[in-house]
């Protein structure tokens, strides 16, 4: 039987009582690990990160806090082979694939403990500059904020063990928030595996840091008025979190990221040189990069009519040099989906679309490489149509998600249509607009602002520069409204904000210069 990874809570490892569910290698079916939460005292584990990790967290400044971060790095890049060889076993991608969870993650870590050092070692952040409340300057309004005393609980998804763990916790813990986390059962061992060694290494304070691996049943229930949930995941289990009676009568916060369908539009007259070569390799990266299962990746491509023949040229003469297969071999250039469930949800979602859609690319002709129909390799497909007046009517193509190597072209008739259906997504994580015009890609990004959490704007002038329509940047904030969640985080300070409280402090102008004048060093 396989090895049971062990839950660490209340500062202990501890095993569940249960049997556990097994994980799987998606290409060769073979069992890796088993996971299980069955029996863990809950309560006592929540109470012991609050008071114990909370209050030592708390204790130390930002600047304290980022140093803390800074040695995870470096703990988690000494171990960064273990990690490839786990997300190729477990999550079945090529090494490029891997490297966007991984590297990623490592990044946005550096990120938050060099934004830390930053910082004034205090125990709360200045939020504004003070404002007068009489004729008299002596009494002011000074915003603060202050972490919150309660504790992160970061529910993953199975996507990214290793980024989706690290882009929440580095703020969280940067905040002075200890996190309890819960990964997706599916590859919770890349997200188990960088937790035990951090623990392993004693740099956090006990409590500061837990993980549970195996069902969430129960999690929600122990939450309390100044704990926090960060979601990602779909939408139906994101109903579930928030109306559970600890967000709708104790005012939990929550933060969710949901389905998406994100969009690429090529700007009209856009058809040969660099901004097409590049509009058409984005595409392309994003359909096939982690096999489509991105959060962000390109799900509908909007063309001008008149060049939905020469796109979808382009588009099947890229998808049909993509390798499909075991990531082992070093030919293939896509590996396979997470699991047996998920490769079916993804037939399903391909079946339906043929039904309204017509299908431009069927990448399931081509030969798997050492792999085979047992496997969860799914080969890209392309969808489209030739009339923008049937790509208007097509709803499901703008409001379903097939979270795999599955996109759709639609044509439209003029930017007004064009900006039309993309806002029929009802709200998106990021849209990337390809074209040449300045005043032009000005005017459509400030239409398409409120429907998307980030905008990707591509002209010649930085094609060489881009970092991509479908990587988050902690720069950047990462989030979208509408079906995208309602949720934002990252983007600098901003992902700090979540897992404080502002408060606005009232008095005399020396009272509020004193709060600033200490230091927490």
Same mark, same amino acid.
């Given at each position: ?39 863990? $005292? ?6 012991? !990160? ?5 209050? /030592? +967290?708390?204790? #130390? @400044? *930002? ?26 076993? $477990? ?6 694939? !891997? ?5 990623? /993650? +490592?990044?946005? #870590? @550096? *990120? ?410």
């Amino acid at each position: 039987m396989s090895e049971l990874l062990v839950n660490y809570v209340s500062g202990l490892w501890q095993l569940g009582s249960g049997s556990g569910s097994t994980l799987f290698d998606p290409v060769l079916g073979d069992e890796l690990v088993r996971v299980d939460a069955t029996g863990l $005292n809950l309560q006592d584990a929540f109470q012991f !990160s609050r008071e114990q990790g909370g209050r /030592a +967290l708390r204790a #130390l @400044g *930002y600047k304290d806090r980022a140093e803390l971060l800074k040695s995870i790095l470096e703990v988690l890049q000494a171990k960064k082979d273990l990690y490839y060889e786990i997300s190729q076993k $477990n999550s079945g991608t090529v090494k490029n694939d !891997s490297a966007v969870d991984i590297e990623g /993650a +490592l990044f946005t #870590l @550096g *990120y938050y403990a060099k934004l830390g050092q930053s910082l004034d070692n205090h125990y709360f952040l200045k939020d504004g500059d003070p404002a007068r409340l009489a004729k008299d300057p002596l009494f002011q309004s000074q915003h603060i904020l202050t972490p919150t005393p309660g504790v992160a609980l970061l529910i993953n998804a199975f996507n990214f063990p290793a980024w989706g763990l690290w882009e929440k916790a580095a703020p969280a813990l940067l905040s002075g928030v200890p996190v309890m986390i819960k990964p997706a059962t599916a590859t919770a061992w890349l997200t188990h595996q960088m937790v035990k060694d951090v623990i392993e290494a004693n740099i956090l304070p006990p409590g500061a840091l837990s993980i549970i691996c195996g069902s969430s049943n129960g999690l929600l229930d122990q939450l309390q008025p100044f704990d926090v949930v960060s979601f990602t995941g779909s939408a139906d289990t994101a109903k579930i979190i928030r109306s559970h009676p600890a967000v709708t009568e104790q005012s939990v916060r929550v933060n969710i990221e949901a389905d998406s369908v994100n969009s690429a539009l090529l700007l009209p007259q856009q058809v040969s040189g660099p901004i097409f070569d590049l509009f058409i390799k984005e595409v392309v990266r994003e359909m096939t990069v982690k096999s489509g299962q991105k959060c962000t990746a390109i799900r509908r491509i909007f063309v001008p009519e008149s060049d939905v023949n020469v796109v979808k040229e382009a588009l099947v003469a890229s998808l049909s040099k993509t390798t499909v297969g075991n990531p082992r071999n070093e030919s293939v250039r896509m590996g396979a989906l997470i699991s047996r469930a998920q490769k079916q949800t993804v037939l399903d979602g391909i079946s339906r679309f043929k039904g309204c859609a017509q299908l431009f690319f069927d990448g399931s002709s081509q030969n798997l490489i050492d792999a085979d129909d047992n496997s969860c390799c799914v080969a890209p497909t392309l969808f489209g149509f030739d009339k923008a007046s049937d790509a208007m009517l097509a709803k499901d193509i703008h409001q379903t998600e097939v979270f795999g190597p599955v996109a759709t072209v639609l044509p439209y008739e003029n930017l007004s249509q064009a900006l039309e259906m993309i806002a029929m997504g009802e709200g998106s994580l990021v849209a990337s607009v390809y074209g040449d015009e300045v005043v032009e890609l000005a005017q459509v990004a400030a239409d398409l602002a409120a429907f998307h959490g980030r905008l990707h704007i591509i002209s010649s002038d930085v094609g060489a520069m881009h970092t991509g329509h479908g990587n988050v940047m902690p720069q950047s904030i990462h989030g979208g409204p509408g079906r995208a969640g309602g949720g934002e985080e990252l983007g600098g300070l901003r992902g700090l904000s979540f897992y404080h409280r502002r408060t606005a402090i009232q008095g005399s102008t020396q009272v509020i210069e004193a709060m600033f004048s200490g230091s927490n060093s």
